[in-house]
């Protein structure tokens, strides 16, 4: 069976539920024109990788470099944000990038770790302060795109959610309410 008999199943079982939009859109594919490319470069996936990796570092769990979390980002900005968004990240990335080189006379990839933190401690501040003043019409801050993609590739990642994490594969029964010690990590 192919996928247009199996859609055309489904849609029958659904009582013809899907819409003429949703079934075209699923037919022929949901790739949204105008997107930036620049995702799939290798130095910008190692840039956010870099960013992922200062934001959660390796400690006595896998840091988000070895979960992947760089080219998460890249891929999640690339199909599932519009392009204004896509620009924004970009655009931050450069000045991020044109920060560093003034500050600390290397790229963000290239400079010291301890610099790494500095900077996007101060960019993490600016964020703060940018979305305290932000409209509601105003585009979202490029760092809190970075950081929330760099949580949620981390925390839905093998090493994240099974080291980092308290993870059970096969759950037990089901406790409402479980005694939490401060310093026990949370459950996936």
């Not at 029958?12 to 470069?41: D, M, Q």
């Not at 896509?86 to 991020?96: N, P, R």
């Not at 006379?105 to 933190?117: A, K």
């Not at 979202?140 to 594969?169: D, N, V, W």
Request: glycine share 8%; hydrophobic share 35%; with cysteine.
């Amino acid at each position: 069976m192919d996928r247009r008999e199996a859609l055309k199943q489904t849609a029958f079982l659904l009582g013809g539920a899907i819409t003429a939009s949703t079934w075209a859109a699923v037919v022929t594919g949901c790739k949204r024109p105008g997107n930036i490319t620049s995702f799939s470069e290798e130095d910008t996936v190692a840039l956010l990788a870099e960013v992922a990796e200062t934001i959660l570092p390796e400690t006595d769990t896998p840091g988000a470099k070895a979960a992947g979390v760089g080219p998460f980002i890249a891929m999640m900005l690339q199909e599932c944000y519009e392009e204004k968004d896509q620009k924004l990240v970009l655009d931050g990335l450069t000045e991020l990038n044109r920060r560093c080189q003034e500050e600390f006379g290397d790229s963000f990839v290239e400079t010291s770790q301890e610099n790494r933190t500095a900077l996007l401690t101060t960019i993490d501040k600016e964020r703060i302060a940018y979305n305290k003043d932000k409209k509601g019409e105003d585009p979202p801050h490029y760092f809190t795109l970075i950081k929330e993609l760099t949580i949620t590739g981390y925390f839905t990642s093998e090493p994240g959610a099974t080291q980092a994490l308290r993870y059970e594969p096969v759950p037990g029964r089901y406790e409402g309410c479980i005694p939490y010690n401060e310093g026990d990590r949370i459950w996936a």
